[in-house]
């Protein structure tokens, strides 16, 4: 008998496309909360899973592999299930593309926009905030030029490239754009929403990672917090609920 997955994460974009992708799979899998605000990535029990000390960290008992970076876990998988990763060529390369323009651009860029709009107060960093919503503007304005003449992102099917990159474009209203200028990206993060594998991956996702996060935040020493966010003395404090909540 099958032993299930295990996916160590919480609540954050790089997670949950993963959570996407076992349900769309089908797969039995469990969820193991990471205590990120208080350091547990850190622990030496999670540093022999990935030495880096992030998540997400997925483990597959019955092949015997632990595997690192969002990523390369949705690449593992579809290889796994011969599932939403094209088997010729040129489509499967277009799906890599996309998975890696997330990896590379979407997800460290916008990342960083969060840190400058939505852990700190607007305006503290001003040279910093407006270099990274220049570069998230850009990568707005690609991804919905990108869907207005295609269904999927690949132009294909739907593909780990979607489920890599939606979390993502979930960040746009957060981040201060007007969805109304970007509504072949908007028409497309609804379509994946809709999908029913995505609705039972958040509902998962919140279930076993959101309400344990903020708790865990909450909870947080203001050294647990300042060692998070690489904090010194000349950067003020940091509120990441709205990050958390995502």
Excluded at 2 to 15: C, D, F, R, T
Aim: charged share 20%; aromatic share 10%; hydrophobic share 45%.
């Amino acid at each position: 008998m099958a032993q299930p997955l295990i996916l160590h994460g919480m609540n954050s974009p790089n997670v949950t496309k993963v959570v996407l992708m076992l349900e769309e799979c089908g797969l039995e899998y469990e969820l193991r909360h990471v205590a990120v605000f208080k350091q547990e990535q850190f622990n030496p029990e999670f540093l022999k899973l990935n030495p880096l000390g992030k998540v997400p960290v997925l483990q597959d008992p019955d092949h015997g592999v632990t595997i690192a970076e969002s990523g390369a876990i949705l690449h593992y998988l579809a290889e796994r299930e011969g599932k939403f990763l094209p088997a010729a060529q040129p489509a499967r390369a277009e799906v890599m593309q996309w998975l890696f323009m997330q990896m590379a651009n979407f997800g460290p860029l916008l990342g960083q926009l969060n840190h400058f709009r939505l852990v700190l107060a607007s305006g503290t960093e001003p040279y910093a905030e407006a270099r990274y919503a220049a570069a998230a503007e850009k990568l707005y304005r690609l991804l919905d030029e990108r869907m207005s003449d295609r269904e999927w992102i690949a132009g294909g099917d739907y593909s780990i490239a979607d489920m890599a990159m939606q979390p993502w474009a979930n960040y746009l209203e957060p981040h201060g754009f007007d969805s109304a200028l970007y509504p072949a990206l908007v028409r497309w993060r609804a379509a994946v929403a809709s999908r029913p594998a995505v609705q039972r991956a958040l509902a998962r996702s919140h279930e076993g990672f959101t309400a344990i996060a903020e708790a865990t935040r909450k909870a947080a020493s203001g050294e647990d917090l300042d060692k998070f966010f690489g904090r010194t003395d000349a950067v003020p404090p940091a509120d990441f609920s709205a990050v958390v909540k995502m």
